[in-house]
């Protein structure tokens, strides 16, 4: 009986801290909504990245290319748009190294053998 305790214990504290930190992130979500403002560029919960032009109650205004603009509701706007991070140190890959060893057929026998 006792075992049996200590699982449901051990289980209420897992469910404690899981919802905790749901509903930390819903608020800072809430939070980034209600503090939309123009020239933000922000991605919609669809995945369309464009950059607010203007905000009337729950309605924002989106341009996504130029002279391209649509409306969404404020629910719609899912996070601020990072653009993503190229690495200096990456070096670009050369035609020789994806050339193959030999000109002989595929590296794994048997591959091309059948009729």
Do not use: C
């Amino acid at each position: 009986m006792e075992p049996l305790i200590l699982l449901f214990a051990v289980l209420l504290v897992f469910m404690f801290f899981s919802s905790r930190k749901a509903r930390r992130q819903q608020m800072e979500k809430v939070e980034f909504q209600n503090s939309l403002e123009p020239g933000q560029e922000v991605v919609t919960a669809s995945g369309l990245v464009g950059t607010v032009t203007g905000v009337e109650g729950d309605i924002v205004t989106l341009e996504h290319a130029p002279g391209s603009v649509t409306t969404w509701v404020r629910a719609a706007i899912s996070r601020p748009y990072e653009p993503p991070v190229e690495d200096e140190d990456v070096e670009e890959d050369s035609s020789e190294d994806l050339a193959s060893p030999d000109d002989d057929g595929p590296a794994t026998p048997g591959l091309l053998d059948k009729p």
